[in-house]
């Protein structure tokens, strides 16, 4: 085999390997592109919380085992959540340790209807 047909086989390879790799971006490109549009174009519309009819009061009690920064995040989220669902109030006892020696009882209490 003379050199100028190695030649020609490297650059032959060469080049199939270059088009695979333009092949995969473009295929790459093109499915960001379809995920893209799908996502903004097709958002799931949110069930609405109807505020008119009437809903039973309800009052659930949580522990909350937080440290004081991760609090203000816990209560953020507390107010968000009773604005959205004013007819329940969520009652919370601060500082309650994971030790605790009814923690572990009260968490697998059934619930009385």
């Known amino acids: 085999m003379n050199s100028k047909n190695k030649h020609n086989r490297r ?3 060469l080049s199939t390997t270059q088009l695979a ?4 971006v ?11 549009i799908m ?3 097709h958002k799931p519309t949110p ?10 009061p309800v009052t659930i009690t949580v522990w909350d085992t937080y440290d004081v920064p991760e609090n203000q995040g816990f209560n953020k989220s507390l107010v968000a959540f009773e604005s959205a669902y004013p007819w ?4 919370v006892t601060y500082g309650v340790s ?13 619930i009385i209807e």
């Open 11 to 13: 650059e032959k390879a």
């Open 21 to 24: 790799i333009i092949v995969v």
């Open 26 to 36: 473009i295929a790459i490109v093109v499915i960001a592109a379809v995920a893209g």
């Open 39 to 41: 996502m903004t174009t």
């Open 47 to 56: 069930t609405p919380v109807s505020t008119t009819s009437t809903h039973t």
């Open 88 to 91: 329940i109030h969520v009652d």
């Open 98 to 110: 994971i030790s605790t020696s009814n923690f572990e009882r009260v968490s697998q209490a059934q």
